[in-house]
């Protein structure tokens, strides 16, 4: 799986793509084939605060569910509503399935996020325990 | 041990086979000086007639053939026969909680069918399979509007029922979710200037019983309205079934928290029950206990799974909705056994003999005693005022093998010497009539100053 | 499948729709005796609050209803049927006289506020129960309050709670092994208490040195299952109690497991100061596909006063009472007095056993899982080597090469005529497979059941895809979940 270097990575397996001040957050296709099919998912509503490493919404399939982590401080701007009726989205393209969007708070946090090629590497250690 | 099916022989065998020498070696792990060395101190081993024998004894000194006109959130309705028979097939009685669908498709239809007649009746959108009872229903509930509106504070009204007030109590304590009580007005319902008043930006739900404790319904459009105003949820708690057969289910609610005993469920000295939780769809991830949905396998056939797991414990652990596990299936089932019996036309005859036999009731006993919160529309329950203590007028009716209404000191001490009543159908108009005399005799022998004698009123 | 028709075959089994789809107008299964009193005018009683309309509440004839729930019933498994190998729910035989008696008029019919002098009946049956319980365990007193096992363990936690409280500081947290059960985390957290993760040992058992380091005054308790859900019982129990004594926290035993020691050993002889029963599990009442249970607490003098109200007691006269004025009590957990009927049920259950039956079964439950670890060991991966008690847990390892797990495992095992075993728990084995034959298996079934392991282990190994495909005998195949949950269909509507 390539990839795309046009965004930074968490190790709990989040996306964030920054676009001036404001950014959209997913998360990665490694997170969704291990996750197995999603049924639901639970982010805040628009003017939410978020906290970067600190939990802010969760992602369920039949029999888990999993946190998301904030990569980086903001205020919720918008909710991706079509993951409300088709979750499944987030298994056909998870790349190209935003959760939130947010207005960034301290874009100096994005510095200690992985890049595509760390993220990749991080992975593939990972699956290989 | 007859229920054990293994001979001397058998035993033998397979403690040769795992490699042991005797009984002991299998309970080595536990340490020597905690194992038992002597036979527990419990009665002997009793042949099956000396079981039988000793429940009936206990039977026979537990009011068996006494008329009752107790209700206040037991109430005693009659069980079709084919409840116990349909129940009794070891296929529902002895098969576990339905995890595995492939071989549980009867329990899970027979949830599914349940969660819809539940929605018919209480006019909501969703139904979990069951909760322990109302009042852990209505404790839940109340939890759930907690986490729905990110709000703490409860308000509950006076009139729901006492019990279920503690429990709510005991479960609110550590939670942090303060509770206000709000009062009943002169027509036994509750005070709405006084709810105006203890209900606030904070507030997450209120909490109100219809047909409440006395059994008056509840002007509950009124009440959604100053809730909903003030952005709280609306909990109804619904202790007595049958009367949504002829009551206006409470649409306006947003939870309701509801007590199913009235269908088809034995009274059993309180019970097991069936308690339900019914919501608006929006509301279903944040609905404790377990779901029934529809779906299909592989050949694309119907079939029924549990569903929204992720919100129970087994997955969430600490983080879950509830720590619930077990439901009510068995006593579900008779829920729907009962509910397919009666069915939309059968529902609502019911439900019209258990308001006439109160009505009738109500009406006799007003002409010699005091009828409380009368104004009020009710159903099968209502609150009688005598002059004597209720206590002393019950004890003589039960030498008549009558119970007496539930006298309400211990719950409301300010309401004096008042009685809840209760009919339903099974509720004849001779012991109707004859209570009544009681009450009428207690009335008469307190205005002319005399103690009251049996003879007097039995002639 | 070549040992299939040894326990099943397939047999013809009939369709049937969901009850609305046979509902007609006019038809009726209930008939009303003529009201003896005038019929009440609806509208006048109730004006606005009169109710017209009860919607899609079927209409259909008593026959219909039989042959309904009947078909219905014949789609499910039972113990009635065979082997129900749940591990940590023992589903025993339910005895059919615990039926009879609870039905028994003046039982089945009592109100629970029915005066008390007419109700020594229940109130005596509460009595006698509760002391055969306090006995088996070994404990001071209990209440039967609890409507179920998780209802127990919060009951228990609260009276935990309340104990500190009364110390003077309620504490912060609860230790729970990683083995547990999920009600016990999620119990802890509906108490307000914090959860703390406690390791296992490579023996499966409590980890001392993490217990010891964990240990201190903000740990209001232990919560522990012994045997516990590796069916392993906790050799250290008297290290742990007194590691958690010493610093002033609370052992708590969840019971799920105890028949593995009814007769055999006390929890309150080795420390225990609370724990809950499982009615529906120990002591033979049915679980009637997901409950009622009944999950009553038993506990050391020490929590006594906290006790929920209503406490059964005897008057000076010598009848039995409640009494409601314990100021110091918790409070309510439930309306009334809990799940009197499964009292009935477990209290003549334990008169069919007595001490040398109850003691008898203890053995046989043990002897039972034993036999089914000797039998599989080898074609199964053992995690772990420590002694079993009443259940044992394999992992799917050894067929996990193949790519088939555990769940699959247990699908295929309904095609020879079993229950699955308990998949994937507990959580510290991945692709557990949990066993608890009980001691309600004759030696055949238990023959049976390790040939369709081992059969299925042949088939994993020769024609993995059967395995993965299963159940193929069922109505129904492997059901759609993910579709249930993403666009989720609780009800039955009407065609519009």
Redesign the interface.
Same mark, same amino acid.
């Given at each position: 799986m390539a990839y795309p270097t046009d965004r930074k990575y968490t190790k709990e397996h989040e996306w964030i793509q920054v676009n001036g001040n404001a950014a959209a957050i997913g998360i990665t296709d490694y997170a969704q084939q291990s996750l197995g099919?999603i +049924?639901?998912v !639970?982010v805040p509503k628009a003017g939410t605060e978020l906290v970067a490493g600190k939990t802010f919404g969760t992602v !369920?399939? +039949?029999?888990? +569910?999993s946190d998301l982590f904030a990569p980086a401080s903001g205020t919720v701007t918008e909710v991706n509503g079509a993951l409300a009726t088709s979750? !499944?989205n987030v298994n056909k393209d998870a790349h190209g399935s935003w959760m939130v969007k947010i207005t960034l708070k301290n874009p100096a946090e994005l510095k200690a996020l992985l890049s595509a090629a760390d993220y990749e590497k991080f992975v593939a250690e990972e699956a290989g325990h | 041990m007859r229920y054990l099916p293994k001979s001397p022989a058998d035993r033998e065998a397979m403690l040769k086979a795992i490699g042991f020498r005797s009984v002991d070696d299998l309970f080595a792990p536990i340490p020597a000086e905690y194992r038992l060395a002597r036979d527990l101190n419990i009665p002997r081993q009793m042949a099956e007639s000396e079981i039988v024998d000793y429940f009936r004894q206990r039977s026979r000194e537990n009011g068996d053939g006494y008329t009752s006109f107790l209700g206040a959130g037991v109430y005693f309705h009659y069980r079709p026969v084919i409840i116990d028979s349909l129940i009794s097939r070891g296929e529902f009685l002895t098969a576990y909680t339905p995890y595995q669908a492939e071989i549980s498709q009867g329990t899970l239809q027979s949830i599914f069918e349940f969660q819809t007649m539940i929605c018919e009746l209480t006019g909501m959108e969703v139904a979990n399979a069951s909760m322990y009872d109302g009042s852990t229903a209505a404790a839940e509930a109340v939890m759930m509007a907690v986490r729905l509106t990110g709000r703490r504070r409860v308000v509950v009204a006076r009139s729901l029922h006492p019990e279920y007030r503690e429990v709510l109590t005991t479960y609110a304590t550590h939670q942090g979710m303060p509770l206000s009580l709000v009062g009943f007005g002169d027509d036994g319902r509750v005070n709405r200037r006084e709810l105006e008043s203890s209900i606030s930006a904070e507030t997450a739900c209120v909490l109100i019983q219809s047909p409440n404790f006395f059994g008056a319904i509840e002007d509950v459009d009124a009440i959604a309205e100053i809730t909903h105003k003030n952005g709280a949820m609306l909990v109804v708690s619904i202790a007595e079934a049958v009367s949504l057969g002829i009551v206006e289910p409470p649409r306006q609610a947003d939870v309701i928290a509801m007590e199913a005993q009235s269908f088809g469920v034995p009274m059993g000295f309180g019970g097991p029950y069936c308690g339900v939780i019914a919501t608006h769809e929006k509301n279903v991830r944040q609905m404790p206990g377990r779901l029934v949905g529809q779906t299909t396998d592989k050949q694309g056939k119907r079939g029924f799974v549990l569903t929204l797991a992720t919100r129970e414990q087994h997955i969430r652990r600490e983080k879950a909705t509830s720590n619930i596990c077990t439901n009510q299936a068995l006593v579900a089932l008779m829920v729907n056994i009962f509910m397919t019996v009666y069915g939309k036309v059968g529902l609502k005859e019911l439900a019209k003999q258990n308001l006439a036999k109160a009505a009738y009731a109500a009406a006799q006993f007003a002409k010699h005693s005091k009828i409380l919160f009368g104004g009020s529309p009710r159903f099968n329950e209502f609150v009688v005022q005598t002059s004597e203590d209720p206590r002393a007028i019950n004890s003589r009716l039960l030498g008549h093998k009558i119970v007496g209404g539930l006298p309400l000191e211990k719950f409301y001490p300010e309401l004096g010497n008042a009685a809840l009543w209760c009919c339903t159908e099974l509720t004849t108009r001779s012991t109707i009539d004859t209570a009544a005399g009681f009450v009428a005799e207690s009335e008469r022998s307190v205005r002319s100053g005399k103690e009251v004698g049996l003879q007097e009123v039995t002639r | 499948m070549k040992h299939m028709t040894r326990k099943a075959t397939r047999h013809v089994s009939q369709n049937e729709g969901l009850i609305f789809e046979k509902s007609s107008l006019g038809k009726a299964a209930w008939k009303l005796p003529p009201l003896d009193v005038p019929a009440a005018d609806a509208t006048k009683l109730l004006g606005a609050w009169e109710r017209r309309d009860l919607g899609a509440m079927p209409e259909v004839s008593e026959i219909e209803i039989i042959r309904h729930f009947t078909r219905l019933s014949t789609w499910n498994y039972a113990i009635d049927l065979g082997m129900y190998p749940l591990g940590s729910c023992t589903m025993k035989y339910n005895p059919r006289v615990n039926e009879a008696v609870a039905r028994v008029e003046g039982i089945a019919n009592a109100h629970p506020y029915q005066p008390e002098e007419i109700s020594q009946g229940a109130l005596r049956i509460i009595k006698t129960l509760s002391e055969c319980l306090i006995e088996i365990t070994g404990m001071d007193a209990i209440t039967l309050q609890p409507a179920a096992g998780a209802h127990g363990e919060m009951t228990g936690l609260l009276m935990v709670r309340a104990y500190h409280q009364s110390k003077g500081n309620a504490r912060k947290k609860i230790l729970i092994p990683d083995s547990a059960h999920g009600t016990n985390p999620a119990t802890a957290a509906m108490v307000s208490y914090a959860v703390e993760n406690l390791k296992s040992d490579s023996r499966g058992m409590v980890d001392i040195a993490s217990l010891e380091a964990q240990m201190n005054e903000d740990v209001a308790a232990l919560m522990l299952t012994n045997p516990n859900t590796l069916g392993v019982f906790e050799q250290d129990i008297h290290k742990i109690s007194e590691i958690l004594h010493a610093k002033g926290g609370l052992l708590y035993m969840d019971g799920a497991n105890m028949n593995a020691l009814v007769g055999k050993a006390r929890p309150g002889d080795f420390g225990v100061d609370v724990m809950h029963l499982n009615l529906h599990k120990t002591f033979s009442t049915p679980h009637g596909g997901g409950g009622p249970g009944s999950g009553p607490v038993a506990i050391k003098k020490i929590l006594e006063p906290f006790l929920p109200t209503p406490v059964v007691v005897r008057r000076a006269d010598g009848a039995l009472a409640f009494e409601y004025n314990r100021p110091q009590s918790i409070g309510r957990v439930r309306a009334f007095y809990g799940n009197f009927g499964m009292f009935v049920r477990a209290l003549a259950y334990i008169q069919a056993n007595g001490p040398d039956g109850l003691r008898q079964t203890t053995e046989d439950a043990v002897l039972n899982a034993n036999y089914i670890r000797k039998g599989l060991e080898g074609t199964y991966d053992l995690p772990y080597s420590t002694p079993t008690m009443h259940e044992v847990v394999f992992s799917d390892k050894l067929q996990a090469k193949k790519g088939v797990r555990t769940m699959d495992i247990a699908k295929r095992l309904i095609d020879y005529g079993f229950h699955p075993y308990t998949t994937a728990f507990p959580l510290i084995v991945p692709g557990a497979l949990m066993i608890e034959p009980t001691e309600s298996e004759p030696k055949e079934e238990l023959d049976l059941f390790i040939e369709a392991m081992k059969s299925i282990a042949e088939e994993v190994e020769e024609d993995p895809q059967t395995v993965l495909d299963a159940p193929h005998s069922t109505r129904v195949s492997r059901l759609d979940e993910t579709a249930a949950a993403r666009k989720p269909v609780l009800r039955w509507k009407p065609a519009s």
């Amino acid at each position: 799986m390539a990839y795309p270097t046009d965004r930074k990575y968490t190790k709990e397996h989040e996306w964030i793509q920054v676009n001036g001040n404001a950014a959209a957050i997913g998360i990665t296709d490694y997170a969704q084939q291990s996750l197995g099919d999603i +049924v639901f998912v !639970e982010v805040p509503k628009a003017g939410t605060e978020l906290v970067a490493g600190k939990t802010f919404g969760t992602v !369920e399939s +039949v029999k888990a +569910v999993s946190d998301l982590f904030a990569p980086a401080s903001g205020t919720v701007t918008e909710v991706n509503g079509a993951l409300a009726t088709s979750p !499944e989205n987030v298994n056909k393209d998870a790349h190209g399935s935003w959760m939130v969007k947010i207005t960034l708070k301290n874009p100096a946090e994005l510095k200690a996020l992985l890049s595509a090629a760390d993220y990749e590497k991080f992975v593939a250690e990972e699956a290989g325990h | 041990m007859r229920y054990l099916p293994k001979s001397p022989a058998d035993r033998e065998a397979m403690l040769k086979a795992i490699g042991f020498r005797s009984v002991d070696d299998l309970f080595a792990p536990i340490p020597a000086e905690y194992r038992l060395a002597r036979d527990l101190n419990i009665p002997r081993q009793m042949a099956e007639s000396e079981i039988v024998d000793y429940f009936r004894q206990r039977s026979r000194e537990n009011g068996d053939g006494y008329t009752s006109f107790l209700g206040a959130g037991v109430y005693f309705h009659y069980r079709p026969v084919i409840i116990d028979s349909l129940i009794s097939r070891g296929e529902f009685l002895t098969a576990y909680t339905p995890y595995q669908a492939e071989i549980s498709q009867g329990t899970l239809q027979s949830i599914f069918e349940f969660q819809t007649m539940i929605c018919e009746l209480t006019g909501m959108e969703v139904a979990n399979a069951s909760m322990y009872d109302g009042s852990t229903a209505a404790a839940e509930a109340v939890m759930m509007a907690v986490r729905l509106t990110g709000r703490r504070r409860v308000v509950v009204a006076r009139s729901l029922h006492p019990e279920y007030r503690e429990v709510l109590t005991t479960y609110a304590t550590h939670q942090g979710m303060p509770l206000s009580l709000v009062g009943f007005g002169d027509d036994g319902r509750v005070n709405r200037r006084e709810l105006e008043s203890s209900i606030s930006a904070e507030t997450a739900c209120v909490l109100i019983q219809s047909p409440n404790f006395f059994g008056a319904i509840e002007d509950v459009d009124a009440i959604a309205e100053i809730t909903h105003k003030n952005g709280a949820m609306l909990v109804v708690s619904i202790a007595e079934a049958v009367s949504l057969g002829i009551v206006e289910p409470p649409r306006q609610a947003d939870v309701i928290a509801m007590e199913a005993q009235s269908f088809g469920v034995p009274m059993g000295f309180g019970g097991p029950y069936c308690g339900v939780i019914a919501t608006h769809e929006k509301n279903v991830r944040q609905m404790p206990g377990r779901l029934v949905g529809q779906t299909t396998d592989k050949q694309g056939k119907r079939g029924f799974v549990l569903t929204l797991a992720t919100r129970e414990q087994h997955i969430r652990r600490e983080k879950a909705t509830s720590n619930i596990c077990t439901n009510q299936a068995l006593v579900a089932l008779m829920v729907n056994i009962f509910m397919t019996v009666y069915g939309k036309v059968g529902l609502k005859e019911l439900a019209k003999q258990n308001l006439a036999k109160a009505a009738y009731a109500a009406a006799q006993f007003a002409k010699h005693s005091k009828i409380l919160f009368g104004g009020s529309p009710r159903f099968n329950e209502f609150v009688v005022q005598t002059s004597e203590d209720p206590r002393a007028i019950n004890s003589r009716l039960l030498g008549h093998k009558i119970v007496g209404g539930l006298p309400l000191e211990k719950f409301y001490p300010e309401l004096g010497n008042a009685a809840l009543w209760c009919c339903t159908e099974l509720t004849t108009r001779s012991t109707i009539d004859t209570a009544a005399g009681f009450v009428a005799e207690s009335e008469r022998s307190v205005r002319s100053g005399k103690e009251v004698g049996l003879q007097e009123v039995t002639r | 499948m070549k040992h299939m028709t040894r326990k099943a075959t397939r047999h013809v089994s009939q369709n049937e729709g969901l009850i609305f789809e046979k509902s007609s107008l006019g038809k009726a299964a209930w008939k009303l005796p003529p009201l003896d009193v005038p019929a009440a005018d609806a509208t006048k009683l109730l004006g606005a609050w009169e109710r017209r309309d009860l919607g899609a509440m079927p209409e259909v004839s008593e026959i219909e209803i039989i042959r309904h729930f009947t078909r219905l019933s014949t789609w499910n498994y039972a113990i009635d049927l065979g082997m129900y190998p749940l591990g940590s729910c023992t589903m025993k035989y339910n005895p059919r006289v615990n039926e009879a008696v609870a039905r028994v008029e003046g039982i089945a019919n009592a109100h629970p506020y029915q005066p008390e002098e007419i109700s020594q009946g229940a109130l005596r049956i509460i009595k006698t129960l509760s002391e055969c319980l306090i006995e088996i365990t070994g404990m001071d007193a209990i209440t039967l309050q609890p409507a179920a096992g998780a209802h127990g363990e919060m009951t228990g936690l609260l009276m935990v709670r309340a104990y500190h409280q009364s110390k003077g500081n309620a504490r912060k947290k609860i230790l729970i092994p990683d083995s547990a059960h999920g009600t016990n985390p999620a119990t802890a957290a509906m108490v307000s208490y914090a959860v703390e993760n406690l390791k296992s040992d490579s023996r499966g058992m409590v980890d001392i040195a993490s217990l010891e380091a964990q240990m201190n005054e903000d740990v209001a308790a232990l919560m522990l299952t012994n045997p516990n859900t590796l069916g392993v019982f906790e050799q250290d129990i008297h290290k742990i109690s007194e590691i958690l004594h010493a610093k002033g926290g609370l052992l708590y035993m969840d019971g799920a497991n105890m028949n593995a020691l009814v007769g055999k050993a006390r929890p309150g002889d080795f420390g225990v100061d609370v724990m809950h029963l499982n009615l529906h599990k120990t002591f033979s009442t049915p679980h009637g596909g997901g409950g009622p249970g009944s999950g009553p607490v038993a506990i050391k003098k020490i929590l006594e006063p906290f006790l929920p109200t209503p406490v059964v007691v005897r008057r000076a006269d010598g009848a039995l009472a409640f009494e409601y004025n314990r100021p110091q009590s918790i409070g309510r957990v439930r309306a009334f007095y809990g799940n009197f009927g499964m009292f009935v049920r477990a209290l003549a259950y334990i008169q069919a056993n007595g001490p040398d039956g109850l003691r008898q079964t203890t053995e046989d439950a043990v002897l039972n899982a034993n036999y089914i670890r000797k039998g599989l060991e080898g074609t199964y991966d053992l995690p772990y080597s420590t002694p079993t008690m009443h259940e044992v847990v394999f992992s799917d390892k050894l067929q996990a090469k193949k790519g088939v797990r555990t769940m699959d495992i247990a699908k295929r095992l309904i095609d020879y005529g079993f229950h699955p075993y308990t998949t994937a728990f507990p959580l510290i084995v991945p692709g557990a497979l949990m066993i608890e034959p009980t001691e309600s298996e004759p030696k055949e079934e238990l023959d049976l059941f390790i040939e369709a392991m081992k059969s299925i282990a042949e088939e994993v190994e020769e024609d993995p895809q059967t395995v993965l495909d299963a159940p193929h005998s069922t109505r129904v195949s492997r059901l759609d979940e993910t579709a249930a949950a993403r666009k989720p269909v609780l009800r039955w509507k009407p065609a519009s």
